[in-house]
């Protein structure tokens, strides 16, 4: 039994990996195909051989303490939290007002529609459902914007309310339960219900700060483990979850029970390490522990897609007497779903005070509402003999409710999800912006001069043919004549602001390239880096905008909210940081930016000689640039020397450590190479190693 449980699995991954590469070519989402897949295996594990197919099934606890972690974690841990409140208004509103709407909407739409075909519904029987299906899931939305190229707010919008209405959905679905089973009784429910919904979302916010600082504190004492350090992000996502059930199972305050959103508490979890806890995975480890999760949420959500049309393709419902139900609920949740976005946008775009929400977003985000697992999760939660006075159906409450959630996830897969491409074309949401279509004939210019370059080289060294070096070069030829053709039509005379602007970007992702390196090395702590890193993204937010870069040499930039609760607890539990310890980060932080602005200054020099500054515009840009940067180079150059002169003794030894350092990376780099190219074995590697790492230890 428990081989073919396995069988089953690997089975299932393996039509998912088959299923993924279909999709792929007929450009349908990926989640469609995958319940359609679902639903046609059914059949076919009637089959003798094929019969253990359906001993790997799709469980409330498998679904929900098992794949929901992974997929709200990996979602979750890649949201930039200065974005998320730069938007916390909209997604707020658009996570708890419109979900509290919809359900309201939903409830009442199905009580009083189901009324007029014969059906006697119980009003918290249509609540019930109303909380479920108001869930939305964005997975194959979010695919599609990948695809497209949708804006990166509007994705954030999508995927901040999908994941914060997941936790306040399922907030509002268990208070309705526990009404549903215990039954109503009046202002003491309404009463209770008001309690336990705001403390599951109160506490699971606070539970997953607590959560995320501790496991991102622990990330920060084994740094240089891979293996460790995404071991520890995995567990942080189940542990969050897990606890924060357990905790709800114990919880009692003023004598009412009080639970924990588990949902809520692993988004902040995941927020916290994804923001805050970040800057401790090593270098080295944070490019693959993207790639985890992201393979890690893939083999989730295949599972959980082709598990759920095996599930529904295999539920002992009569579809046929839900036929005229389904289309009622189906027109009912369109409804509810274009009546809680366009009057709470509305009130957004004018009292907020965020940037707009553009019409044609406000249509994706009410076309756009696909519905999955999370409401597939709440239906089986729903007791089997559940039920309530007066329902005299042949099928039971759990029965009926599924029924109607199958319908509207077929309706939102089957329909809409398929339609996306075609509705995003139509409100041309994937157009490029001014500044993106510079950018575009920019990198077509820059990867064509590459490719030039490459084929120059290869010449040189008779590695190609002379007959198809000269074909080759006058396909590239073109390609770059045209590019920089389309460069200076769009860096016209009128348009110069724009040529600085997209150089500006340029500028600041070389900056943000070698902020990186000096941390990777370790010639800057922590809160150095994110400190800088703060300020480089305040100011790519700025040139986005068509606004000044830095109003200041001097400007200060604020904290993340993570960052400001680390502060606030370290300054009541720890104390000030320590007059040393200040001194040495504020000479770390000008000495950095002295290195990233001389850096920046040399890379757009060495372009401008190798006559890429058509690219950009012409020769003036990239002198206002420079000139910018040699200011920067300048300011911080004397902030340095002013600090080391002021605090010569504290900091030499510090000065000396940077040298080391920059030894050891050139050794490093050296020790590379001869294992790379395989002039030593990999145990005189290993061994080379050791001794670089253990005489810079003993060094600093």
């Known amino acids: 039994m428990h081989i073919e449980v396995f069988l089953a699995f690997f089975a299932l991954v393996l039509i998912s990996v088959g299923i993924f590469a279909v999709s792929r070519k007929i ?24 019969s253990f197919i359906r001993s790997f099934e799709l469980t409330p606890e498998l679904l929900f303490f098992v794949f929901l972690p992974i997929l709200i974690f990996e979602s979750a841990y890649n949201m930039n939290v200065r974005e998320f409140a730069e938007n916390v208004r909209s997604i707020g509103w658009l996570s708890v007002a419109s979900l509290l709407i919809s359900t309201a909407v939903v409830a009442v739409g199905v009580y009083f529609g189901f009324q007029l075909i014969g059906f006697d519904v119980p009003f918290i029987v249509a609540l019930l459902f109303g909380a479920l299906i108001s869930a939305t899931d964005p997975v194959a939305v979010l695919a599609l914007f990948k695809e497209f190229g949708a804006p990166r707010r509007l994705s954030l919008l999508f995927e901040g309310e999908s994941l914060f209405n997941d936790g306040t959905s399922f907030a509002l679905f268990l208070v309705a339960l526990e009404i549903f089973l215990a039954g109503f009784s009046g202002w003491e429910s309404v009463g209770e219900g008001v309690f336990l919904f705001s ?12 959560m995320g600082i501790f496991f991102s504190k622990l990330i920060g004492l084994v740094k240089d483990n891979e293996h460790v350090e995404i071991t520890l992000t995995m567990l942080a996502a189940h542990f969050t979850f897990l606890l924060s059930e357990v905790v709800s199972e114990h919880l009692v305050i003023f004598g009412h029970e009080a639970k924990l959103s588990s949902i809520i508490a692993t988004v902040v979890a995941a927020m916290v390490i994804g923001n805050y806890g970040r800057a401790k995975i090593s270098p080295r480890v944070e490019e693959y522990m993207e790639k985890f999760w992201g393979y890690f949420a893939f083999v989730a959500n295949s599972l959980v897609f082709i598990l759920m049309g095996l599930l529904f393709a295999g539920l002992s419902i009569d579809f046929a007497q839900f036929v005229l139900p389904i289309a009622i609920v189906i027109v009912v949740v369109a409804a509810a779903r274009a009546v809680s976005i366009y009057p709470v946008v509305a009130l957004l775009n004018r009292f907020s005070g965020e940037d707009e929400i553009p019409k044609s977003w406000q249509h994706l985000l009410s076309w756009g509402s696909l519905r999955g697992a999370l409401a597939v999760t709440m239906v089986l939660l729903i007791p089997d003999g559940a039920t309530i006075p007066g329902w005299e159906y042949p099928f039971s409450v759990k029965e009926f409710i599924a029924a109607l959630t199958i319908g509207c996830i077929y309706f939102t897969l089957f329909i809409k999800a398929t339609m996306m491409s075609g509705v995003m074309k139509r409100l041309r949401v994937g157009n490029l912006h001014a500044l993106e279509e510079a950018q575009y004939h920019q990198a077509r210019s820059l990867i064509h001069a590459q490719a030039i370059a490459k084929l120059d080289r290869l010449m040189e060294k008779r590695y190609v043919d002379e007959e198809v070096y000269r074909k080759l070069r006058a396909e590239h030829d073109a390609e770059y004549v045209l590019a920089q053709q389309h460069c200076r039509e769009q860096f016209s005379e009128s348009d110069r602001g724009l040529a600085e602007q997209a150089l500006r970007a340029y500028a600041l992702g070389i900056e943000r390239h070698f902020l990186r390196v000096l941390f990777r090395y370790e010639e800057i702590t922590e809160p150095v880096y994110k400190r800088i890193l703060a300020k480089l993204h305040v100011q790519h ?18 904290e993340d909210w993570f960052e400001q609760f680390v502060g606030i607890f370290r300054r009541l539990f720890l104390g000030p940081v320590k007059p040393g310890e200040a001194v040495r980060e504020r000479y770390m932080r000008y000495r950095a930016q002295n290195i990233i602005a001389r850096k920046v200054v040399k890379h757009l020099s060495s372009f401008v000689s190798q006559g890429g500054a058509e690219s950009f515009g012409d020769g003036r840009t990239f002198e206002k640039v420079i000139a910018l ?33 920059g030894l050891f990376k050139a050794e490093e780099h050296v020790l590379d190479d001869l294992t790379e190219n395989e002039m030593i074995s990999p145990k005189l590697s290993i061994l080379l190693y050791n001794e670089l790492k253990e005489r810079e230890f003993r060094r600093v």
């Open 199 to 210: 403390f599951m979302l109160a506490g699971g916010v606070m539970f997953g700060l607590l």
């Open 629 to 661: 940067y040699r200011e920067f180079e300048r300011g911080s150059a004397e902030k340095r020397d002013a600090v080391f002169a002021e605090h010569r003794k504290d900091l030499e030894a510090l000065d000396e450590a940077f040298g080391r350092r």
């Open 541 to 558: 937010t700025r040139v986005e905008r068509g606004e000044e870069q830095l109003l200041s040499l001097d400007e200060a930039f604020p």
């Open 27 to 50: 450009r349908v989402p990926y989640t469609v195909l995958l319940v359609l897949a679902g639903s046609l295996l059914v059949p076919l594990t009637s089959i003798p051989a094929l």
